[in-house]
């Protein structure tokens, strides 16, 4: 239907800390012309939004993973979503996790 759905959750973030930003994801098509249209990302103002992007289908696990140092400590929300950019999408997500690298 071109929705986009999805989830989010909100995680305390430290200023000057390294995060790693990651998920696995895979479609339940394998047609290579079609977009897949799979988004995790992260956003905690005035910084601007981290992402994570899948956008091709594929129907094997596909890992992806962003490392970002954060500017600003507050609450950030952690957004995943099907169907980004108004492309219709099947598949589905697995081991979604922010980590704090370091100490």
Same mark, same amino acid.
């Given at each position: 239907?071109?929705?986009?759905?999805?989830?989010?959750?909100?995680? !305390?973030?430290?200023?000057? $800390?390294?995060? !790693?930003? %990651?998920?696995?994801?895979? %479609?339940?098509?394998?047609?290579?012309?079609?977009?897949? %249209? !799979?988004?995790? $990302?992260? &956003?905690?103002?005035? /910084?601007?939004?981290?992402?994570?992007? &899948?956008?091709?289908?594929?129907?094997? &696990? &596909?890992?992806?993973?962003?490392?970002?140092?954060? /500017?600003?400590?507050?609450?950030?929300?952690?957004?995943?979503?099907?169907?980004?950019?108004?492309? $219709? %999408?099947?598949?589905?997500?697995?081991?979604?996790?922010?980590? !704090?690298?370091?100490?």
């Amino acid at each position: 239907m071109k929705k986009m759905v999805g989830i989010q959750q909100i995680v !305390r973030m430290n200023s000057n $800390a390294v995060y !790693r930003l %990651s998920g696995i994801a895979r %479609s339940l098509g394998n047609d290579k012309l079609k977009n897949f %249209s !799979r988004r995790i $990302a992260i &956003w905690l103002p005035p /910084q601007k939004e981290k992402q994570i992007v &899948w956008m091709s289908e594929y129907n094997h &696990w &596909w890992k992806k993973e962003l490392i970002f140092t954060n /500017q600003v400590s507050g609450i950030a929300t952690v957004y995943i979503h099907m169907g980004y950019g108004g492309v $219709a %999408s099947t598949g589905e997500f697995t081991n979604i996790s922010l980590e !704090r690298l370091g100490n």
